[in-house]
């Protein structure tokens, strides 16, 4: 039995310890967006179906020692993809599908070993139900997910914080090897410990005991909808949190832990799930989280309340969904049917969300349709329960659909144009009539202001929100600008910056969203107004840069953000070495690193201090004006450049992060500059 739990352990453990060092090798290439691990979740949900189908076929229709001279090939296969580093001829040119192409780099990196350990699950519980029949089987798939959790939670506070990535690949490499030895152990161990060697499990579990009766078609599809929504929901709510509330990239592993708790609770013994006094306040938790999709409500940019809440929606949804499903499992005859339609729910809750919802809808409506489809399911598996139980699940989804069409007819008002991509979501909206000295059309990116530009003619060239004559951008643009200028800008947002453009002036921008560039052009006049030359580059900046001759820019603005937070491949040593090629030798990089969550001045100058450049903090509080206040880092090589008057008189000190390591392509940790 201790053989068994060990190779179960180690494979959960693996399985989940992979998606956050995979997903952080191959964050930069991408843009650094959350997307990136939502497609990874939706192609681990994919691996996991196979992996559970195989199981399954393997278990019904082949003889035990054929599955396992067939599982100890694959596993000696697997070994030659390994380590498992992701080839950089998959870095994107600019103008693929990011989703797709994510998906076949996982698949050619991860793809045989990720397989691999998602069969060991319930292939392992199917060889432990045969040695021993008499014990109980799901137990040892409430330690898988516990192994899973551990894995998640450790990742950020041990492997992130202490650990390079490349060191992290290598030494999970290592572990798979370990694991690969336990289950051919496990393989051969049992068919020594059960005479019945020639013919499936599944037909000798069915001679081993008296055996319920075969589910039915009500019951798979409960197994498969309940499995859904819990994907649905899990995905939905990750992308709430991290792209319209908090862009703080381990919060991507906040809710997967949570719902892989539910699971561990609810598998493990039926006392942790109790319909009688847990209904009612999942009822209630359900019915809040709906209530805050509202754009106007107080919920959404107060973090302290948004996230707190929509964690406990999903763990307390997540119980009843996985609380319903364990009261659901089969006997050990069907394990391998169940766990299928178990992760084929899953597959097509990721894919939905993942895959398709950014396909068909312009807004994050998936999420508070979730919240409707749900309650629905809960109806229908309540349906033998008193009808007042039944009826307050119908009330809730009807509460769950009001606040989604009120959700969607908000974001209509006033809306000019809205539309979805892998990279989020763009709202414009007018706030005033034309003629209005203050009326402005803002720029959305989920919930976040991205930029915004004076309606009134007049007005309409003059720079705002971040931008201001007093920013350290502003003042750097000023006092380092010879004739014929020329700008580098790392994110274009609404083209702001093209405002201070002269002639003769060149002002490059790149940027990774190409619906970004259309908006620009489109509902913005910052680009076609400015004086200056204007260029755009589509596709991730830095990939762009190191791809581009020398540009020899005068200054080089790194502004890119994703919702709330500079792109973290953007701000590492090799990021700056990348930067200081196109940059003249009098010149200065400007980094916006205005944050209500993250520390990342000091990040700035430690790069530079290592790289023997000069450093200031500019902090803009913006009083008495229509400005935003901001935070930029001004780095050069010139000392001379900060002692000009017009910039040194406006520096502040950057603090010093005690125990702040180096950030390099290979090792950040965000755990460490947490405000």
């Given at each position: 039995?201790?053989?068994?739990?060990?190779?179960?352990?180690t494979?959960a453990?693996?399985?989940?310890?992979?998606?956050?060092?995979?997903?952080?090798?191959?964050?930069?290439?991408?843009g650094?967006s959350?997307?990136?691990?939502?497609?990874?979740?939706v192609?681990f949900?994919?691996?996991?179906?196979?992996?559970y189908?195989?199981?399954d076929?393997?278990?019904?229709?082949?003889?035990?020692r054929?599955?396992?001279?067939?599982?100890?090939?694959?596993l000696?296969a697997?070994l030659?993809?390994?380590?498992?580093?992701?080839?950089?001829?998959?870095?994107?040119?600019?103008?693929?599908d990011?989703?797709a192409r994510?998906?076949?780099?996982?698949?050619?990196?991860?793809?045989?070993?990720?397989?691999?350990?998602?069969?060991?699950?319930?292939?392992?519980?199917?060889?432990f139900?045969?040695?021993?029949?008499?014990?109980?089987v799901?137990?040892?798939?409430?330690?898988?997910?516990?192994?899973?959790m551990?894995?998640?939670?450790s990742?950020?506070?041990?492997?992130e914080?202490?650990?390079?990535?490349?060191?992290?690949?290598?030494?999970?490499s290592?572990?798979?090897?370990l694991?690969?030895?336990?289950?051919a152990?496990?393989?051969i161990y049992?068919?020594?410990?059960?005479?019945i060697?020639?013919?499936p499990l599944?037909s000798?579990a069915?001679t081993?005991?008296?055996?319920?009766?075969?589910?039915?078609?009500l019951?798979?599809?409960?197994?498969?909808?309940?499995s859904?929504?819990?994907?649905?929901?899990?995905?939905?709510?990750?992308?709430h949190?991290?792209?319209n509330?908090?862009?703080?990239?381990?919060?991507w592993?906040?809710?997967l832990t949570l719902?892989?708790?539910t699971?561990?609770?609810?598998f493990?013994?039926?006392?942790?799930?109790?319909?009688?006094w847990?209904?009612?306040?999942i009822?209630?938790?359900v019915?809040?989280?709906?209530?805050g999709?509202?754009?106007?409500?107080?919920?959404?940019?107060?973090i302290?309340?948004?996230?707190?809440?929509?964690?406990a929606?999903?763990?307390?949804s997540?119980?009843f969904f996985h609380?319903?499903?364990?009261?659901?499992r089969?006997a050990?005859?069907?394990?391998?049917?169940f766990?299928?339609m178990?992760s084929l729910?899953?597959?097509?809750?990721?894919?939905f969300?993942?895959?398709?919802?950014?396909r068909?809808?312009?807004s994050?409506?998936?999420?508070?349709l979730g919240?409707?489809?749900?309650?629905?399911?809960?109806?229908?598996?309540?349906?033998?329960?008193p009808?007042?139980?039944?009826?307050t699940a119908?009330?809730?989804?009807?509460?769950?659909?009001?606040?989604?069409?009120?959700q969607?007819?908000?974001l209509?008002e006033?809306?000019?144009v809205m539309?979805?991509?892998?990279y989020?979501?763009?709202?414009?909206?007018?706030?005033?009539p034309?003629t209005?000295d203050t009326?402005?059309?803002?720029?959305?990116?989920?919930?976040?202001?991205?930029?915004e530009?004076?309606?009134?003619?007049?007005?309409r060239?003059?720079?705002?929100?971040?931008?201001?004559?007093?920013?350290?951008?502003?003042?750097?643009i000023?006092?380092?600008?010879?004739?014929?200028?020329?700008v580098?800008?790392?994110?274009?947002?609404?083209?702001t910056?093209?405002?201070?453009?002269?002639p003769?002036?060149t002002y490059?921008?790149?940027?990774?969203?190409?619906?970004?560039?259309?908006?620009?052009?489109?509902?913005?006049?910052f680009?076609?107004?400015?004086?200056?030359?204007?260029?755009?580059?589509l596709?991730d900046?830095?990939l762009?840069?190191?791809?581009?001759?020398?540009?020899n820019?005068?200054?080089?603005?790194v502004?890119?953000?994703?919702?709330?937070?500079?792109p973290?491949?953007?701000?590492?040593r090799?990021a700056?070495?990348?930067y200081?090629?196109?940059?003249?030798?009098s010149?200065?990089?400007?980094?916006?690193?205005t944050?209500?969550?993250?520390?990342?001045?000091?990040?700035?100058?430690?790069?530079?201090?290592?790289?023997?450049?000069y450093?200031?903090l500019?902090v803009?509080?913006?009083?008495?004006?229509?400005?935003?206040?901001t935070?930029?880092v001004?780095?050069?090589?010139d000392k001379?450049?900060?002692?000009?008057?017009?910039?040194?008189?406006?520096?502040?000190?950057?603090d010093?992060?005690?125990?702040?390591k180096?950030?390099?392509?290979d090792?950040?940790?965000?755990y460490?500059?947490l405000?």
């Amino acid at each position: 039995m201790l053989l068994y739990a060990c190779t179960i352990f180690t494979s959960a453990f693996l399985l989940f310890l992979v998606q956050p060092i995979i997903a952080k090798q191959i964050l930069p290439w991408f843009g650094g967006s959350a997307a990136v691990w939502t497609t990874c979740l939706v192609f681990f949900q994919l691996a996991l179906l196979a992996g559970y189908a195989y199981t399954d076929f393997t278990t019904r229709k082949l003889k035990p020692r054929t599955q396992v001279i067939l599982h100890i090939a694959l596993l000696l296969a697997s070994l030659a993809v390994l380590p498992i580093v992701a080839d950089v001829s998959w870095k994107p040119a600019g103008n693929e599908d990011p989703g797709a192409r994510i998906i076949g780099l996982l698949f050619a990196t991860i793809g045989l070993p990720y397989l691999l350990l998602s069969t060991t699950g319930p292939l392992v519980q199917a060889w432990f139900a045969r040695s021993f029949p008499q014990s109980t089987v799901y137990r040892l798939f409430a330690l898988s997910n516990l192994a899973s959790m551990l894995a998640l939670i450790s990742y950020p506070f041990v492997f992130e914080t202490w650990i390079a990535t490349a060191t992290q690949a290598y030494a999970w490499s290592a572990g798979y090897g370990l694991f690969a030895v336990l289950c051919a152990t496990s393989a051969i161990y049992s068919l020594r410990t059960n005479a019945i060697t020639d013919i499936p499990l599944a037909s000798a579990a069915a001679t081993a005991a008296a055996e319920s009766p075969a589910p039915g078609k009500l019951d798979l599809f409960l197994w498969l909808a309940l499995s859904a929504m819990g994907s649905w929901l899990l995905l939905a709510i990750t992308n709430h949190i991290t792209q319209n509330i908090a862009s703080i990239p381990f919060l991507w592993l906040a809710p997967l832990t949570l719902y892989l708790l539910t699971f561990i609770l609810c598998f493990d013994s039926d006392r942790w799930y109790r319909r009688a006094w847990m209904l009612g306040p999942i009822a209630i938790i359900v019915g809040f989280c709906a209530w805050g999709l509202k754009p106007d409500s107080d919920v959404t940019l107060n973090i302290r309340i948004a996230i707190p809440l929509y964690l406990a929606g999903l763990f307390a949804s997540c119980m009843f969904f996985h609380g319903e499903l364990a009261q659901m499992r089969p006997a050990p005859r069907y394990l391998t049917r169940f766990y299928l339609m178990v992760s084929l729910g899953g597959a097509i809750g990721g894919m939905f969300v993942g895959l398709i919802a950014p396909r068909i809808f312009v807004s994050y409506s998936e999420l508070g349709l979730g919240f409707v489809v749900a309650a629905i399911l809960a109806a229908i598996t309540l349906r033998r329960m008193p009808i007042l139980v039944w009826l307050t699940a119908i009330g809730v989804a009807g509460l769950c659909g009001f606040f989604w069409n009120k959700q969607l007819v908000q974001l209509q008002e006033d809306t000019r144009v809205m539309k979805r991509d892998f990279y989020g979501t763009l709202r414009t909206k007018d706030t005033g009539p034309e003629t209005s000295d203050t009326a402005m059309r803002r720029l959305i990116h989920g919930v976040i202001l991205h930029g915004e530009q004076y309606l009134k003619p007049e007005k309409r060239t003059e720079p705002t929100t971040y931008y201001g004559p007093d920013s350290g951008v502003g003042i750097l643009i000023k006092i380092d600008n010879p004739q014929n200028q020329k700008v580098g800008v790392i994110g274009l947002g609404t083209g702001t910056l093209a405002a201070w453009g002269k002639p003769g002036d060149t002002y490059r921008f790149y940027d990774i969203n190409p619906q970004v560039i259309e908006v620009a052009k489109t509902e913005f006049s910052f680009l076609g107004d400015s004086k200056a030359n204007i260029e755009t580059v589509l596709g991730d900046a830095r990939l762009s840069l190191e791809r581009d001759e020398p540009q020899n820019f005068d200054v080089l603005v790194v502004d890119a953000f994703s919702s709330d937070a500079i792109p973290v491949h953007l701000i590492t040593r090799e990021a700056v070495a990348t930067y200081l090629r196109h940059l003249k030798p009098s010149g200065g990089i400007a980094f916006h690193v205005t944050n209500r969550f993250l520390q990342l001045a000091p990040v700035v100058k430690q790069i530079a201090d290592t790289l023997g450049l000069y450093t200031a903090l500019v902090v803009d509080d913006a009083d008495n004006t229509d400005f935003s206040k901001t935070d930029w880092v001004i780095v050069t090589r010139d000392k001379t450049l900060l002692d000009n008057p017009a910039l040194a008189g406006k520096t502040t000190p950057i603090d010093e992060i005690k125990g702040l390591k180096l950030w390099t392509d290979d090792f950040s940790s965000l755990y460490q500059i947490l405000k």
